[in-house]
């Protein structure tokens, strides 16, 4: 079962990683935890998927939502097609899960679900409509009292009506393809009723773009008031439990070598394609049962940028190395890494001195890893690159 579900949900959430411009901070940490959680999920061999008795059976609920909001004029750019108030409707399938592994794999009860969502962008003439499909994961505090919190972190692929088209719709600078990757996270208040029925209220942060693959595409950042009900197809009881303590267990450093490469379009001529090739470096210091934190360094050559240069007959170097320093989250044998980096080398400058790196790495059992990340700066995405590498020390 969980080979089968890794083989049907991984091929639609590889693409996702390419969102760029909700702002950088929630949009790249809540995507990242979101495949983290998800993926460990479904793939660690103590996952909750794994077969279950009766008493420990996961709740089968159908939810009913409904949203209203606004969108923010995160740029010049789409400010003057900005006040509008999107209005959606979401219907969500989803399994809660009992076990005390579910709950101590997350420290409370999470749920996995879908959801598709109809969105009226209350400007149909520029936006038009929406339709997403979203795969979540959605921890829950308390889910053994009459009310609880929870917290929810998503990620899928919609479909838009009416898109950027430099004749016909010059306005629309948010999106420009059909179909693009949505991101959604939110924060839900839970009221039991009974042992079928829960009410649900709070706030939702969604966010729609291409991730860079045609432009423009500035993004659409919506928040929206939340409301709707739960029924649960296959009611469960929530134990109250104890959280476990974290026991360190050596060794606590871990040293990383990688390397890494992508394509990017050419500054020139977009229609042509360039290697990137890099080389990164860093040390990890376990700080706790799910965190580490990071330094190292990176040297990237970006040969868009030679591209351009030649061009320009300009004989500057096309490099850059920069330090980095940040935070990892330790889930099983995926990694997620949140770093910032400061030029120290730039002979081309560079949009900005600093930029951000986001993350999400598979680490087997044999030191060799692999991952994808993303570099920005602030909320304009560079590019996204894979990697392969090797960790020095032993799990």
């Not at 004029?73 to 789409?78: K, T």
């Not at 081309?348 to 930029?355: E, G, I, L, S, T």
Request: hydrophobic letters at 40%.
């Amino acid at each position: 079962m969980v080979k089968r579900l890794h083989q049907q949900v991984w091929p639609l959430m590889v693409p996702i990683k390419y969102s760029s411009v909700m702002p950088y901070f929630i949009s790249k940490t809540f995507l990242a935890l979101y495949l983290l959680l998800l993926f460990t999920f479904m793939l660690s061999p103590a996952a909750p998927v794994a077969a279950q008795t009766e008493a420990t059976k996961p709740a089968l609920n159908l939810g009913l939502r409904t949203h209203y909001g606004f969108i923010i004029p995160h740029s010049e750019a789409i400010r003057e097609v900005s006040y509008s108030h999107p209005r959606a409707l979401e219907l969500d399938l989803s399994l809660h899960f009992t076990s005390e592994k579910a709950w101590q794999f997350l420290q409370g009860y999470p749920r996995l679900g879908a959801s598709f969502s109809y969105i009226n962008f209350d400007n149909p003439q520029v936006l038009g409509d929406a339709y997403t499909f979203i795969l979540y994961v959605e921890p829950f505090l308390s889910a053994h009292r009459r009310f609880s919190l929870s917290f929810r972190f998503g990620a899928g692929l919609s479909y838009q009506s009416n898109v950027y088209d430099s004749i016909s719709n010059p306005q629309n600078q948010f999106y420009s393809t059909k179909v693009a990757f949505p991101l959604t996270a939110n924060l839900m208040g839970n009221y039991k009723l009974n042992d079928t029925w829960m009410l649900r209220a709070g706030g939702t942060y969604s966010h729609i773009s291409n991730g860079g693959i045609r432009q423009p595409n500035k993004g659409i950042n919506f928040p929206m008031a939340t409301v709707g009900v739960d029924y649960a197809l296959r009611p469960a009881d929530f134990p109250e439990r104890q959280q476990q303590t974290y026991s360190p267990q050596a060794p606590e450093r871990y040293y990383l070598l990688a390397l890494l490469g992508t394509g990017k379009d050419g500054r020139i001529d977009a229609t042509e394609k360039f290697p990137l090739l890099g080389l990164t470096a860093y040390a990890s210091q376990r700080v706790g049962r799910l965190s580490a934190l990071a330094a190292g360094a990176e040297w990237v050559a970006d040969y868009s940028i030679k591209d351009e240069l030649d061009e320009k007959k300009e004989h500057t170097a096309f490099g850059r190395g920069a330090l980095l320093a940040g935070h990892e989250f330790y889930i099983g044998r995926f990694r997620f890494n949140q770093m910032l980096g400061i030029y120290v080398y730039s002979p081309h400058k560079a949009r900005d001195p600093v930029y951000q790196r986001w993350g999400l790495e598979y680490h087997t059992a044999r030191g060799l890893y692999f991952g994808i990340n993303l570099k920005a700066h602030r909320h304009v995405a560079d590019f996204l690159d894979a990697r392969v590498g090797w960790r020095f020390g032993a799990d």
